[in-house]
């Protein structure tokens, strides 16, 4: 007699046609999610008030170095710099700026921005202000260098810097060719031919191509006319001639750049306060060095992300929470994607941002 045969396992479930919608609506959750975590960021947040902290020099002495730290692309807007301007702005104790920079640069009405207000406040209270570059200073981060007053000695460089890239671009693709090749046309509704000037996705005859291509020249020589005046400002050793020599975009070490009149030492942040101690008339012993962080927040607390000591190396850093909820995902869309002049040292002036 044979035995029993034993029950055959269960198949596998098939993979239908639609195995990819669970991990599709997965998705969609969890965009929804980060949607409405962001949305309420704002409500969690403490208020936006920097906390000072000792640098360095006397942690007693009344008279304040204030360093400034100018941190990845410029973009302009109420950011962290313009809030450490301000900070200064209240406090009579600061008796001179170190200009901490660490950019690429960015656009060109944030780069003007920083340097028109940081400039305003120097001459106003006739602050001597110090440079530290980082390891790039290069276009919108050179223009705000030179709110230095045009003093003599006080553009530092470390050893490692990449400096210069005086120059103005207005990035420019043109993707029609591609969507025609999806049968799809921009057939985009406006009120005059230029207002679709930089548009990715509209084709052009030559005639138009050619009339857009002036109009943006010009804007483009325009902006780079008030680059090199702003240089001849904070470089007045440099003549005309000699500042349309370094401004051909081209990027320098910090070698150099001292050689082209660029930068005055190669030096650290360091030596760079030495420099404004001495400028500022105090000693080691009456200044008192501080800098600027932005406080946690709730949710930041929340994640465990320690801030401050993430400080030390991007001082500007700010909380996890500022840097990826402040604005919405359409807002940063739409900021990355509209057409705008930059003094920026890169090759995708589109793709970088920064709140600072």
Aim: glycine share 8%; hydrophobic share 45%; with cysteine.
């Amino acid at each position: 007699m044979n035995p029993p045969s034993l029950p055959a396992p269960p198949a596998p479930p098939r993979r239908g046609r639609f195995s990819w919608v669970p991990w599709t609506i997965a998705a969609l959750s969890a965009l929804v999610a980060v949607a409405s975590f962001g949305a309420n960021a704002r409500y969690f947040q403490k208020p936006g008030q920097l906390e000072e902290r000792w640098h360095s020099l006397s942690k007693d002495a009344p008279s304040r170095v204030a360093i400034v730290d100018v941190v990845g692309a410029i973009m302009g807007g109420s950011g962290f710099a313009r809030q450490q301007i301000d900070r200064i702005a209240e406090d009579e104790s600061v008796k001179a700026i170190v200009l901490r920079v660490e950019s690429p640069g960015g656009t060109v009405a944030g780069s003007d921005e920083i340097f028109h207000r940081l400039s305003t406040l120097v001459k106003k209270r006739d602050l001597p202000v110090v440079v530290s570059m980082g390891s790039i200073a290069a276009s919108g981060g050179y223009y705000v260098a030179m709110a230095n007053g045009g003093r003599e000695d006080v553009i530092f460089a470390e050893p490692a810097t990449l400096t210069g890239s005086i120059g103005v671009i207005i990035p420019h693709y043109d993707f029609s060719k591609a969507l025609r090749k999806f049968d799809v046309t921009d057939d985009s509704i406006t009120s005059g031919p230029l207002k679709e000037m930089l548009s990715p996705t509209k084709e052009r005859a030559p005639e138009l191509a050619e009339r857009e291509r002036k109009v943006l020249q010009a804007l483009v020589d325009d902006m780079f006319a008030r680059f090199k005046e702003v240089v001849r400002e904070g470089r007045p050793k440099l003549d005309e001639a000699a500042v349309d020599a370094v401004a051909t975009g081209q990027v320098f070490t910090a070698r150099q750049a001292q050689a082209a009149g660029l930068v005055d030492r190669i030096g650290f942040l360091e030596d760079a306060v030495d420099r404004a101690v001495e400028l500022a008339g105090l000693t080691k012993d009456t200044a008192r060095v501080v800098r600027y962080i932005r406080p946690r927040g709730v949710l930041d607390e929340l994640l465990g992300l320690d801030v401050a000591a993430r400080s030390a190396g991007d001082p500007a850093g700010g909380t996890f929470s500022e840097a990826f909820l402040s604005r919405s995902v359409l807002d940063a869309f739409v900021e990355w994607t509209t057409p705008r002049a930059w003094y920026l040292c890169s090759a995708w002036p589109a793709l970088v941002t920064s709140g600072r």
